[in-house]
């Protein structure tokens, strides 16, 4: 078996929690190799300057603290919303969407500075190890991913904890007590994780909730949004134009504020196993309800249906990290095309955890008033449905003729 080479720089993904920052000092002395950190502002709502003076503390000369907001909501959330993508009929895919950026930049990041490696704190359980390294891959095959997690025998919270203490390293007074669950968060999610939530059984407790308020605590009065969209992407709220991650941001306050967008979901991880989740998706749910709203109006029935095939197959590949193949690409070609008529106005109800579709207008809208009507109109002759339904009735005739032949009941 080939040796690898001699790992010369690596860019590791860094949050600057316990975990990452064993990780750090585990890859300099275990590889000898100059470390790179980098931590992505994704709006998780964390104060990101602590991550950078950890990590020139640790001896760390290059760090990079990106803001990638605006990019992670244009260039990904709103390419999902477009596909109504969702996950087994219910998540929102809030983690699985944040991990092409991240491993996009940690590529770039890698190219920028010479690195030969890059590394992630993802571990070898979970689906994030397979979505950083895809992505890695498909952009550039010659870099070298390093996993600590599936190398060290770093195998508990107590040996990490031992480790960081050994080396120097902080930690945090409620690192050192057992963690009652692990969060990933996001603009578009809070994902929440392990622990006391392992039991699918057992309600989760409300201590998990970040974002949103109990829809019981909610306020009794509903309130009223409306979203504008063009070409599919949401443009405006109540008339403001805003930036992607500027109007997904005043969504999760309006969707927290009415406790909208809580999930307790049992899923199929792409390595084999099932885990149980709870999710908070407060603009995003909001988002998703109003994309369908304006596509009832300005979306073909065939168009629509079409879309609606291909999206399990569009979330499946997201979830498992496929986001820069050429499967993915396609099928995002086809439901971009799909989307150059969806434009124009939503109105929505917020109100103690749902939000329902109101009120929808658009200039290209296919809804035909004159054609619906129940009063009497101009534009469309009832007996034109006989034979429309008798030549769909045909070949249902021909087969309960044979069945009767046959004396089949069945």
């Keep these: 078996m080939k040796t690898p080479a001699k790992v010369k720089k690596i860019v590791l993904a860094y949050s600057g929690g316990l975990d990452t920052s064993v990780i750090l000092k585990w890859l300099q002395d275990e590889y000898d190799a100059e470390v790179v950190t980098f931590t992505a502002d994704l709006g998780q709502g964390e104060e990101l300057e602590p991550a950078r003076r950890k990590a020139q503390a640790a001896g760390v000369s290059e760090i990079f603290i990106d803001d990638l907001r605006e990019e992670f909501v244009r260039d990904f959330v709103f390419p999902m919303v477009r596909a109504n993508a969702i996950y087994e009929g219910l998540y929102l895919l809030g983690t699985s969407i944040a991990r092409?950026?991240?491993?996009?930049?940690?590529?770039?990041?890698?190219?920028?500075?010479?690195?030969?490696?890059?590394?992630?704190?993802?571990?070898?359980?979970?689906?994030?190890?397979?979505?950083?390294?895809?992505?890695?891959?498909?952009?550039?095959?010659?870099?070298?991913?390093?996993?600590?997690?599936?190398?060290?025998?770093?195998?508990?919270?107590?040996?990490?904890?031992?480790?960081?203490?050994?080396?120097?390293?902080?930690?945090?007074?409620?690192?050192?007590?057992?963690?009652?669950?692990?969060?990933?968060?996001?603009?578009?999610?809070?994902?929440?994780?392990?622990?006391?939530?392992?039991?699918?059984?057992?309600?989760?407790?409300?201590?998990?909730?970040?974002?949103?308020?109990?829809?019981?605590?909610?306020?009794?009065?509903?309130?009223?949004?409306?979203?504008?969209?063009?070409?599919?992407?949401?443009?405006?709220?109540?008339?403001?134009?805003?930036?992607?991650?500027?109007?997904?941001?005043?969504?999760?306050?309006?969707?927290?504020?009415h406790g909208i967008g809580r999930l307790d979901l049992v899923e199929n991880r792409f390595v084999g196993m099932k885990s149980r989740g709870v999710y908070e998706t407060p603009g995003g749910t909001i988002l998703m309800s109003a994309h369908r709203g304006i596509e009832q109006i300005t979306l073909d029935r065939g168009a629509a249906h079409l879309k609606d095939?291909?999206?399990?197959?569009?979330?499946?590949?997201?979830?498992?990290?496929?986001?820069?193949?050429?499967?993915?690409?396609?099928?995002?070609?086809?439901?971009?095309?799909?989307?150059?008529?969806?434009?124009?106005?939503?109105?929505?109800?917020?109100?103690?955890?749902?939000?329902?579709?109101?009120?929808?207008?658009?200039?290209?809208?296919?809804?035909?008033?004159?054609?619906?009507?129940?009063?009497?109109?101009?534009?469309?002759?009832?007996?034109?449905?006989?034979?429309?339904?008798?030549?769909n009735a045909l070949r249902l005739q021909l087969l309960a003729r044979r069945k009767r032949r046959l004396g089949r009941n069945d």
């Design 100 to 257: 092409p950026l991240i491993s996009k930049r940690l590529v770039e990041i890698a190219h920028e500075t010479g690195a030969d490696a890059v590394a992630h704190g993802a571990t070898g359980k979970g689906n994030d190890q397979v979505r950083f390294e895809l992505g890695v891959y498909a952009l550039d095959p010659d870099l070298r991913v390093i996993a600590p997690w599936r190398e060290w025998d770093l195998n508990s919270r107590t040996k990490l904890i031992a480790y960081a203490e050994e080396h120097g390293i902080e930690v945090a007074k409620d690192k050192r007590g057992e963690a009652p669950f692990s969060v990933d968060a996001n603009l578009w999610h809070t994902s929440s994780e392990g622990k006391m939530l392992e039991d699918p059984a057992e309600e989760a407790s409300e201590l998990v909730y970040q974002r949103t308020v109990r829809p019981e605590d909610a306020p009794d009065v509903p309130e009223y949004v409306t979203i504008s969209f063009k070409r599919g992407d949401a443009c405006a709220i109540d008339g403001k134009a805003m930036s992607p991650a500027t109007l997904l941001t005043r969504l999760n306050e309006l969707g927290g504020k």
């Design 309 to 391: 095939e291909l999206m399990p197959r569009y979330a499946k590949l997201l979830y498992e990290g496929f986001w820069f193949s050429p499967e993915r690409e396609m099928l995002q070609a086809a439901i971009d095309s799909s989307q150059e008529y969806v434009t124009g106005d939503v109105r929505l109800k917020l109100y103690k955890g749902s939000v329902n579709v109101v009120g929808r207008s658009s200039d290209h809208s296919l809804y035909s008033q004159a054609h619906v009507t129940f009063e009497e109109d101009e534009v469309y002759d009832q007996k034109d449905a006989a034979g429309f339904i008798r030549l």
